[in-house]
């Protein structure tokens, strides 16, 4: 058993918990971060990948839209290299009407979102792909971010403050001393080990799975509504900036331009379980479909990938209870005390990847408060180490850090550009990471042939460096491409199935992969 | 969206979306890396998968990767995938984008063949004797970046124009209908020779052979990446040859142009406006109309006298694309006597410019020794080929006089007797 004693405990590594534990660790407390899996597996990694500039809520939610607009500049400030800078636009296809944007530029300067009307000849100049009938089109500040890349460049900022980043390690409960929560247990899941973390005050992060924590310390049922959406990524860029449809939010009304790919979203429903998200096939078609109207012929265009993700929504009395997209989108910060009469615990709920940082703010700010302390948040100020130069990232840095180390390196996932210079450094910094987790940083395996070219190059790396053994490179391998199938299987059509079946000649024609040494656990 | 505006579209930007979306096909077989013949000799070109489908993914109007350049264009890997990505289609576009801002002087002067023939026709043995000149020729390559040992074309006394001028009119009236001859850049002012023997085999057969004025196709302008040029030289050339005649048969003995109006200014350009459609439905590269002679009757055995010969022939990358078999082949071995040696190599190295410049002479050598050697082998007199570069390419590594496969046949028909065979 291992003992760890720290001031805060933060639970859940997605965006919201990275950017606690920062501000947590920034503040001068010890603190711990624990997520079940790797850091933004949940939530924050199965997103469209927009950082929004607010003009999506200028009408249905102006706060949020003013926060958002706010926190973009931050992050854009403090995180450059997280953030593409593609601009964006809310366009009215010839299938919507023009009400919404009548009252549009108007909500936006009401809530201090930057907008500008464009004419049409702009918007496709901008973007010749665009859907040649648009009514109208205005731009935004909209940008698309790597959730990942923004997680752990929180998360590593907070380690340089002291910060201890358990990832893998599942909560599995809580002691509650006096009243206060004391200490909080869990699993070290790719050692088998239990953990034991005695802290002053436990910041309850999980999103979806908030409920299940809060339980855990005895506060009564905490609901959260985890409102499933699907998106689906696309082969290639068929936008250079993010798209939106210039309508109240509804399904399939954005399209995001996130590193080599365009990604469609979202769908909204209520689920029951965060850990069981279905890609139903009717919304893989309904996205489809909203592609075409933002880009004719998007549905010739290939599929490559498709995932579910849970908005954590809380439960609002006011609205039922299977509309999930009218509830509050702004957070809720869940004060215990005076809530369930447990001490030391807050949970959040709600937001938005964007307020990320604003979010942990508000949450540190009201534990500081119980605690009686009063540091000062510096985490707007501070720029992120790694991110000095302030250069948001573009879609050509690999193609051009390739063209300088073409002669020195080798390219081991060629749809991504990712070298072995990357996936080797990677692997001797996270040496119990699983391909996916090396997937999360790199890009390996996102790209058209999902794996198919380079998890057998990269299992053969990982034995190479010593690493792993054969037994556990094999099992991993498998897992890395079972997990590939299950976002491939919704949208499998055209192109897709042409790569699909010639991966499947490699890994079971050529390498007989079924058959392969098994090791006796299962692989994490 | 009407075919102007496309073009239009097109000028402002170099985002030909139609050979990018090909990329979605792209199942990264690595096919087209093993027939890439650049790929073969050099690793300083990434290689076609690398530069097309992939790299094209993580290209937004921004050129990043000048190594692309060392693709010869010469589109072999198109042909090659299984797939139908366009390999090199992708590519001729991303270095239009590349070189948007900071085209070399070089790449500007010799895409302008035109220029450049009617320049030195009248000083032919002038300008021959500077291009055998090695201090002018190292003055090039330092000043312009042209090889100093680049084959060059040999300057004529006579361009094809004033040969047509002054020569006597046919003795006899045609018998079949009026045809149009596209002689190309080079068969108007260098190989002159070629063109003259084409309009004599076609004027034997009995066509009427007729020659609107007419100026370059652009293709070395689009594969340096000067599109603007390119589409400007197509839509000028596309009405002029229109102008002969409507619904007329064009044929030409340049290779490489005829592809360029068949279907690379579509493909590559991204032009569709329907006279370059009616052009490129209608042309014809000499040995493919001299085949659908053969196959009607109107070309026969019996007009054609014996030459006992085994002539090596190298089909060319850009005749390659144009998905017509070999016709060059079949209508030279209808030559009683006649044993054709194919040279089953992917690319003679020059494609169209790029052996000219000197940071590619080597590679463009290296490409096409396989060539070279063949040829000499099979006959170190005579060997032939469809296109202009390509022939003083080969000849200039090989020593072998090359030709065009029509001058084969000019000589069969009993019109000349100047081969040595």
Redo the contacts between chains.
């Keep these: 058993m291992k003992k760890l004693s720290v001031d805060v405990v933060v639970i859940g590594g997605g965006a919201t918990g990275a950017g606690v534990v920062r501000d947590v660790a920034m503040r001068g407390y010890s603190v711990a971060i624990l997520d079940k899996a790797d850091l933004g597996q949940g939530t924050t990694g199965r997103y469209h990948g927009l950082l929004h500039s607010g003009g999506r809520y200028v009408v249905s939610d102006p706060h949020s839209a003013t926060e958002c607009a706010e926190e973009n500049e931050v992050v854009r400030r403090i995180q450059a290299h997280a953030v593409e800078d593609t601009g964006g636009l809310f366009v009215v296809t010839p299938d919507d009407d023009l009400d919404y944007s009548n009252g549009f530029a108007a909500a936006a300067a009401a809530a201090q979102v930057p907008c500008e009307e464009l004419t049409i000849r702009e918007a496709l ?1 901008r973007e ?2 665009l859907n ?1 009938g648009i009514k109208r089109a205005f731009a935004v500040r909209d940008a698309s971010v790597d959730g990942w890349q923004l997680v752990w460049g929180a998360a590593n900022d907070a380690k340089r403050h002291g910060a201890h980043i358990l990832t893998y390690h599942r909560v599995t409960g809580m002691e509650v001393v006096d009243g206060s929560v004391r200490q909080v247990t869990a699993i070290d899941e790719k050692r088998g080990e239990e953990v034991q973390i005695d802290c002053n005050f436990v910041l309850n992060c999980a999103g979806p799975w908030a409920g299940q924590i809060a339980g855990m310390a005895g506060c009564e049922e905490v609901e959260v509504v985890p409102g499933r959406g699907i998106m689906i990524a696309m ?3 068929l936008v ?1 900036s993010v798209v939106n449809r210039c309508i109240y939010p509804a399904d399939g009304d954005i399209l995001v331009p996130v590193h ?1 790919v365009s990604i469609i979203g979202t769908t909204d429903v209520k689920a029951t379980d965060p850990d069981q998200l279905a890609i139903p096939r009717d919304e893989v078609q309904q996205m489809l479909d909203a592609g075409e109207a933002l880009v004719p ?1 998007f549905r ?3 599929a490559v990938h498709a995932w579910s993700g849970a908005r954590p929504l809380f439960k609002d009395p006011k609205v039922s209870a299977s509309d999930t997209r009218h509830m509050t989108r702004g957070m809720k910060i869940l004060e215990h005390d005076t809530r369930d009469g447990v001490n030391g615990i807050l949970s959040i709920i709600g937001g938005k990847l964007t307020t990320y940082r604003l979010m942990a703010e508000h949450m540190v700010d009201i534990m500081e408060e119980k605690l009686g302390n009063q540091n000062e948040c510096k985490t707007a100020e501070e720029i992120i180490p790694g991110n000095e130069d302030r250069k948001t990232y ?3 840095h ?3 850090e ?2 300088h180390d ?2 020195e390196d080798q ?1 081991i996932c ?2 991504e ?1 990712m070298s072995r210079g990357m996936i080797t450094q990677l692997m001797t910094e996270q040496p119990t990471a699983s391909f996916d987790d090396l997937r999360r940083q790199l890009r390996l395996g996102m ?3 999902q794996g ?2 380079c998890s057998m190059r990269a299992t053969g790396i990982a034995v190479e460096e010593q690493m792993v053994d054969v037994e556990r490179s094999t099992e991993l391998m498998r897992l890395f491409l079972k997990n590939r199938w299950i976002g491939l299987w919704p949208i499998l059509n055209g ?1 897709q199935v ?2 699909t079946a ?1 991966d499947n000649w490699i890994f079971h024609g050529t390498f007989d992969i079924e058959h392969l040494p098994q090791s006796e656990e299962e692989a994490l | ?1 009407t075919s102007h505006e496309v073009v239009q ?1 097109g000028e ?1 930007h170099e ?1 030909n ?1 139609l050979a ?2 090909s ?7 690595t096919i087209c890396e093993t027939q890439c013949p650049v790929s073969r000799v050099t ?1 300083l070109f ?1 290689g076609p ?2 530069v097309g489908p ?9 050129s ?4 692309l350049d060392y693709c010869s264009s010469c589109g072999i890997c198109t042909q090659a995938c299984p ?1 139908g990505v366009k390999i090199a289609e992708i590519n001729t576009v991303a270095r239009a984008v590349m070189k948007e801002d900071h085209m070399p002087v070089r790449d500007r002067l010799i895409v302008q063949t035109t220029l450049m023939g009617r320049f030195m026709t009248p000083f032919a043995p002038v300008a021959n004797m500077a291009l055998k000149n090695k201090p002018v020729r190292k003055i090039m390559q330092a000043v312009v970046g042209v090889a100093e040992d680049a084959p060059m074309p040999p300057a004529q006394m006579q361009s094809f124009e004033g040969w047509l001028k002054r020569r006597p009119r046919p003795k006899t009236q045609p018998t079949r209908e009026p045809i149009v001859f596209f002689h190309g850049c080079a068969g108007g002012y260098f190989e002159v020779e070629t063109s003259k023997k084409t309009v004599e085999v076609l004027e034997h057969l009995g066509y009427e052979v007729l020659v609107p004025k007419q100026g370059c196709c652009g293709l070395a302008q689009q594969s340096n990446g000067l599109f603007a040029g390119a589409r400007r030289s197509v839509n000028a050339l596309v009405d002029a040859l229109l102008s002969a005649g409507k619904g007329l048969t064009i044929v030409s003995s340049s290779g490489s142009c005829t592809g360029m109006l068949k279907h690379e200014a579509h493909e590559i350009l991204g032009m569709d406006d329907p006279r370059l459609m009616e052009v490129g439905s209608r042309i014809r590269e000499t040995s493919e109309f001299l085949l659908e002679l053969l196959d009607e009757g109107i070309l026969t055995p019996d007009m054609l006298s014996p030459i006992e010969a085994t002539i090596p022939y190298h089909q060319p990358c850009q005749v390659k694309s144009q998905a017509m078999g070999t016709p060059a082949v079949t209508v030279m071995e209808a030559i009683p006597g006649v044993k054709v040696v194919e040279s089953g190599q992917p690319c003679c190295g020059i494609a169209g410019t790029y052996g000219l410049k000197k940071e590619k002479y080597e590679i463009a050598k290296a490409v096409g020794q396989p060539v070279f050697d063949m040829v000499k082998e099979t006959n170190p007199d005579l060997g032939t080929c469809d296109t202009e570069t390509c022939r003083w390419q080969i000849q200039k590594h090989s020593g072998v006089r090359m030709v065009h496969p029509v001058e084969l046949l000019h000589q069969s028909l009993g019109l000349s007797n100047d081969l040595k065979v």
């Design positions: 100049r010749p792909r040649p082969n290639h860029r250079n080599t012929g010739e265009a290939r573009a879609v050509t690999r193609l051009e390739r063209e073409r002669f390219i060629e749809c550009l790209g058209p042939c198919g070219f192109d042409r790569q010639l | 969206m579209q402002s985002h979306t990018r979306a990329l979605d096909n792209c199942v990264k077989c690793p990434t998968k690398f992939q790299a094209e993914r993580f290209r937004n109007g921004e990043v990767d000048k190594s797939q």
